[in-house]
């Protein structure tokens, strides 16, 4: 099964995709993970990449789909994937359509102050990676992780940051939502419930595809 999930930064995507991927057993391929392995790799990719990414703005679309096209000739991606931040813009839709068949695309939709909390409030740990939140999932010491390392927050989870990407969302990717609900492949979920009861909507949806 070929899966786009939607959704703003911080709508839960990732978290969502590991359930998928749990349930179906298919890979889940986030151009974010693939992007921020090329910067800490120090790849060409990534030093074109970071700038973009530092910035809050969208890596443009000929290093993305570069990447997203080879990712999908894995052979683990023979019986579907998760497509969590990818494609962006129409451009990149477009593109994809003459690589893969989508089944359905779920859009997770949270608002924009709930995202805000959510994002500003994500600590990470540079030694083991390990993510916290201060509010949802707070670290057993304040500014420590388990491993005892110090941690950071990410550049690009700053307010002012994180409302550059919001923007960024609404202008250049929120247009993928009609594009996709006019091609009868959108499903859309309440992402401000809980990530349990997020789950619980999605799977019905995968249900019926596997009916």
Request: aromatic share 6%; hydrophobic share 35%.
């Amino acid at each position: 099964m070929k899966i786009i999930l939607l959704g703003a930064p911080g709508a839960g995507k990732g978290t969502q995709a590991e359930y998928i991927k749990s349930l179906i057993n298919i890979p889940q391929i986030s151009t974010g993970d693939i992007l921020r392995q090329a910067v800490r790799d120090e790849t060409e990719v990534g030093m074109k990449a970071k700038s973009y990414m530092d910035a809050g703005k969208l890596v443009p679309d000929d290093i993305i789909i570069n990447i997203m096209k080879q990712r999908l000739k894995d052979p683990d991606c023979t019986e579907g994937f998760i497509l969590d931040g990818f494609p962006r813009t129409i451009n990149q839709a477009e593109k994809l359509e003459k690589i893969a068949k989508i089944d359905v695309v779920i859009n997770i939709v949270v608002p924009t102050e709930d995202l805000l909390q959510r994002i500003t409030g994500r600590r990470s740990c540079p030694n083991c990676g390990t993510v916290y939140h201060i509010i949802f999932n707070p670290p057993p010491e304040e500014g420590k992780c388990k491993c005892g390392g110090d941690l950071i927050q990410r550049k690009d989870d700053t307010e002012e940051t994180v409302r550059k990407r919001l923007e960024t969302y609404e202008t250049q990717t929120a247009p993928l939502i009609d594009y996709y609900r006019k091609k009868k492949l959108l499903k859309d979920i309440d992402g401000s419930k809980t990530a349990n009861e997020v789950f619980q909507e999605i799977q019905e949806i995968i249900e019926k595809f596997q009916t």
